[in-house]
């Protein structure tokens, strides 16, 4: 087993190679390790039975235990989104910007690799190969950490990854796994300046905080989804009720699923019994402040906890609002930045919410779990970022570039 530091310093040695591969070269590789996913389709599956037994026996979640199993029609799935990378344009090398300056330098400004991106993820193993195939495609070399629930699974993509581009003539080192599942190895690749030049973490809330607060390489944030759906006072509600239902419970465990609904005080009593009635579909457990509990008594009363909370599960928080003010001002408080909603048919009240609310991304009568890359044509994504700097949304291909100026002279001095 390497260490994180021997890991390190294989992949900076490896990105030298990879920064200069051409298209044709990293779409080899690509549809090689797409090959090879479904080609070793049973040693996966059988590693993945291990890790499963092992989830239950621990008392995992349903959710979580969803997230972490893999079958054929999943494995298949992740070859597909391999060769879907292939297909997308090569975001390194493209001119960003030129210009001639006065004294005949000629200055552009073109894409390049970031160099070497470390990604910590949690219990979904598919991440393994959708996060090496883009930051392959980017020129990057890569460093995988997963969770030790996944361990055996991860362990075997990742070898199969490997040995897939070295087939094409890559190095193995394009494509690097952490084994050691311990706290210390987390904490070695967040402070490994030496070799990573961006680390992504990819996982829960508290994932992501222990990344932010205590990495010394530079993080971009992702992930982390309290969005909220508010219903305004000229709401469609049967609009309201399927945009709810569909935010809420099509998946429940990622992070553009809905968490939090705000209901305007003068709809609420005819809104929420007919949102509720849909939600309980799905026996989804509502945590509701005072007002929505009258209405509804069977809600559950919400705690302070509840309404800043990523549930990842079948629940979520309801809370009665005066105005699209205070759901504004509700959301700058408990929001994560991530995808806010209002549904509403009074066009100046949606546009006071685009315009005001603080997010990746901020929606007008549509449910939340548009937020992705691939929905919104801008091909699959590592994560969604809900930092300002660098990269904002859908973390895809482009995110996944750096940049540097050529300057372009015949003998100019200063």
Request: net charge negative.
């Amino acid at each position: 087993m390497k260490t994180v530091y021997e890991l390190g310093k294989g992949a900076k040695e490896a990105s030298r190679f990879l920064a200069v591969a051409s298209t044709e070269d990293k779409n080899r590789a690509l549809l090689s390790i797409a090959s090879a996913l479904e080609e070793n389709c049973e040693k996966i599956l059988e590693k993945n039975r291990i890790d499963m037994e092992a989830a239950k026996n621990s008392g995992i979640n349903p959710t979580m235990l969803d997230r972490l199993l893999l079958t054929k029609e999943r494995i298949k799935g992740m070859a597909d989104g391999v060769r879907e990378v292939v297909s997308l344009p090569d975001p390194v090398g493209r001119t960003l910007d030129s210009v001639t300056r006065p004294n005949g330098l000629e200055i552009t400004k073109v894409s390049v690799p970031i160099g070497v991106i470390a990604v910590i993820f949690e219990a979904r193993p598919n991440v393994t190969s959708d996060a090496a195939s883009l930051c392959l495609k980017a020129g990057n070399c890569v460093i995988l950490r997963g969770g030790k629930e996944a361990i055996n699974s991860n362990t075997e993509i990742a070898l199969v990854m490997r040995n897939a581009v070295k087939k094409v003539g890559f190095p193995e080192d394009c494509i690097n796994f952490v084994e050691d599942v311990s706290r210390q190895s987390a904490t070695d690749l967040m402070t490994l300046n030496e070799f990573v030049d961006v680390l992504i973490p990819r996982g829960g809330a508290g994932l992501i905080q222990a990344c932010v607060k205590n990495a010394t390489v530079p993080v971009i944030e992702t992930g982390t989804g309290n969005c909220h759906i508010y219903v305004d006072k000229s709401a469609d509600i049967e609009m309201a009720a399927k945009i709810v239902f569909n935010a809420k419970t099509s998946r429940p465990s990622v992070c553009n699923a809905a968490e939090s609904l705000l209901i305007h005080k003068d709809i609420i009593s005819s809104a929420l019994p007919i949102i509720k009635k849909r939600l309980d579909e799905k026996d989804v457990t509502l945590h509701g402040d005072e007002t929505s509990r009258k209405i509804c008594p069977d809600i559950l009363p919400a705690t302070d906890e509840d309404w800043g909370k990523e549930y990842l599960s079948f629940d979520m928080s309801v809370k009665c609002v005066e105005s699209t003010e205070e759901a504004i001002d509700w959301i700058y408080k408990y929001g994560t930045k991530h995808s806010e909603s209002i549904i509403t048919e009074d066009k100046a009240e949606a546009e006071k919410f685009l315009n005001n609310v603080d997010a990746a991304a901020v929606y007008h009568n549509a449910s939340t779990r548009f937020t992705d890359g691939g929905v919104f044509g801008l091909g699959a994504e590592i994560g969604i970022s809900t930092q300002k700097l660098h990269a904002r949304g859908p973390l895809g291909l482009n995110e996944l570039t750096s940049m540097k100026f050529v300057v372009r002279g015949d003998g100019q001095i200063r």
